[in-house]
């Protein structure tokens, strides 16, 4: 009996000291090397501001490397994450984009070179819910004025394909708004437009809007997700069962926010030393203090939790993804 347990301790032991092993193994391939990081929209905004703190801190954590920030905006996300899954999977490219692109995966838009599951997920950097973001300036006070209004108002949005113009044209369709979709706006263009008065309002993370409405130039009428006491849940105003079928959609794609992915297939050593330094960079001190000043919420979940994650969200009943293709339908 002794000897089994001494066996069993050290296989125990062994296993306990595989994945650090890996890890430090992996760490020395980065000495020396250049890691892209991939942005998958313009400067400005809320991906390129997690995207910059990650690759700076991570760089921190896997010494000897230097990691570069490339900005590939498009498309809606499409050509920086197309871009990223199709880099050669060495660990030396990683990149950021937005969970829009799990309905365009679901409704298998031809845009889509990459499979979600596929990717090598490294993790994410918070949970965002979404909120409905009306200009200071608009007679919209609540939902009941939008829903009612006799005139449609003009929403912004990034590219087609992106979380925000996703999320409005389907919540437009199935909930039967009065909005008119305006695209093209990145970064923080659709907050200058809003307060230019072009826009009206727009659907979008809510920690990209906090500082903007605290500034007075705007309002909350109602939010999907998230556990804020201070705006009306959307699943509370809507009746319609097809509508609430999709708000459970928007809300579960909310709890996988600010996610950092390489391409598939990247060797396992490189694959747990980036895991490991994202974990070290996104719980450094100084990296959540810089976040907490730019109210950017950091609630992490690392590799495998977000692939199961994925995995999930992608899992969709066929009348769900029925519905999601009619609402997206361009006719």
Do not use: C
Not at 218 to 238: C, F, H, W
Not at 239 to 249: C, M, Q, R, S, Y
């Amino acid at each position: 009996m002794n000897t089994i347990k001494t066996g069993l301790a050290g296989a125990f032991a062994l296993a306990a000291l595989a994945a650090p092993a890996s890890a430090q193994e992996g760490a020395a391939f980065f000495n020396g090397k250049t890691v892209n990081y991939i942005v998958a929209t313009a400067p400005g905004g809320g991906y390129d501001s997690y995207g910059r703190l990650i690759a700076e801190f991570m760089q921190k954590y896997l010494p000897g490397s230097t990691f570069v920030v490339r900005n590939m905006p498009g498309a809606g996300h499409l050509i920086g994450t197309n871009a990223l899954y199709a880099s050669k999977p060495d660990g030396l490219t990683l990149g950021t984009f937005n969970t829009g692109l799990i309905y365009n995966q679901l409704v298998a838009n031809e845009g889509v070179k990459f499979d979600l599951n596929k990717f090598s997920w490294i993790g994410k950097a918070a949970s965002d819910a979404r909120v409905f973001a009306i200009a200071a300036q608009s007679p919209i006070k609540t939902w009941q004025d939008l829903a009612s209004s006799k005139e449609p108002v003009n929403f912004s949005t990034a590219g087609v394909g992106s979380a925000s113009y996703v999320e409005t044209v389907i919540l437009t369709k199935a909930l039967k708004l009065p909005i008119r979709i305006q695209t093209g706006y990145n970064g923080s263009d659709d907050q200058l437009a809003m307060r230019r008065g072009e826009i009206v309002g727009s659907i979008a993370s809510r920690s990209s809007y906090d500082q903007f409405i605290k500034n007075g130039y705007g309002r909350y009428i109602a939010q999907i997700g998230g556990n804020d006491k201070d705006v009306p849940q959307l699943k509370t105003l809507v009746k319609d069962p097809a509508g609430l079928e999709l708000l459970a959609l928007i809300e579960s794609t909310s709890e996988i926010a600010r996610l950092t992915a390489a391409p598939p297939a990247v060797p396992a050593p490189q694959l747990a030393a980036l895991r490991d330094a994202y974990k070290k960079a996104i719980e450094d001190s100084e990296l959540q203090a810089r976040a907490e000043k730019l109210e950017r919420p950091v609630e992490p979940l690392y590799g495998d939790d977000i692939a199961k994650m994925i995995a999930a969200a992608l899992k969709q009943s066929p009348e769900t993804v029925a519905l999601l293709k009619d609402s997206m339908s361009k006719k």
